[in-house]
Nanobody, 119 residues
Framework: QVQLVESGGGLVQPGGSLGLSCAAS????????MGWYRQVPGRQRELVAR???????TYSDSVKGRFTVSGDDSKKVVYLKMDGLRPEDTAVYYC?????????????WGQGTQVTVSS
């Protein structure tokens, strides 16, 4: 059983910073990508940032230059540092991992953590 446990998030004023952490537990043969998605009510879940192979980052255009994703595949962790937060960044943030299990790449999700940007 693979679980992703997130920490961080909360309430911050516009222009502020927050950090998110996610750790995977369980038997994983290998990690393809780890990263973060976010969702607001009534909208589809969208990619925020992910890291492939522990070294190659990908960012959505809306967060590029403000957010930094990092991770360590050997430790099965991924982090998201969010700077210059805006009210439109308010959402539930979900940790995601694409991991190899029994020869297949499977998707795993964390429980989600709320990020609220408001004055």
């Amino acid at each position: 059983q693979v679980q992703l446990v997130e920490s961080g998030g909360g309430l911050v004023q516009p222009g502020g910073s927050l950090g998110l952490s996610c750790a995977a537990s369980g038997t994983i043969a290998g990690i393809y990508t780890m990263g973060w998605y976010r969702q607001v009510p009534g909208r589809q879940r969208e990619l925020v940032a992910r890291i492939t192979g522990g070294t190659i980052p990908t960012y959505s255009d809306s967060v590029k230059g403000r957010f930094t994703v990092s991770g360590d595949d050997s430790k099965k962790v991924v982090y998201l540092k969010m700077d210059g937060l805006r009210p439109e960044d308010t959402a539930v943030y979900y940790c995601h991992a694409a991991a190899v299990q029994s020869g297949a790449v499977l998707d795993y999700w964390g429980q989600g953590t709320q990020v609220t940007v408001s004055s």
